[in-house]
């Protein structure tokens, strides 16, 4: 019983990182992100998130804290370069957190 709460926890962990890489190569490729970050910004990210995913399928059976540091260690590096996209979508047309033509989904 507690041998399979373990694994669950460190399966959502797991889960979690590969959820959140995900979303970030969705922003990452975004058309308006070339407007905000250059293209070495975006290789570098788009290689940070493609190693992190290949340590994933090659640590199925870390621990949950290792996926969590993982977790904790991209969003550390990508908070800054998202606040910049962030922060050029205020200055473009189409009002503050929204580029031209966006629809404000809910």
């Known amino acids: 019983m507690l041998e399979e709460i373990l694994t ?13 890489c ?8 975004k058309e308006d992100v070339s407007k905000t970050i250059n293209a070495d910004e975006k ?9 992190t995913m290949k340590w994933i399928d ?3 059976d870390s621990c949950q804290s290792a996926f969590e540091e993982k977790k904790s ?3 550390k590096i990508y908070s800054k370069v998202l606040d910049k996209m ?3 979508k205020d200055e473009m047309p189409g009002g503050p957190g ?3 033509g966006d629809a404000v989904e809910k």
Do not use: C, Q, R
């Not at 669950?8 to 959140?20: P, Q, R, W």
């Open 86 to 88: 962030s922060k050029g």
């Open 22 to 29: 995900s979303e970030l190569l969705k922003t990452v490729n």
């Open 73 to 75: 260690e991209l969003e």
């Open 58 to 60: 090659g640590n199925l």
């Open 8 to 20: 669950e926890l460190v399966t959502k962990a797991g889960d979690e990182l590969e959820h959140y």
């Open 98 to 100: 929204e580029a031209a």
């Open 43 to 51: 290789k570098s990210m788009m290689s940070l998130i493609n190693n």
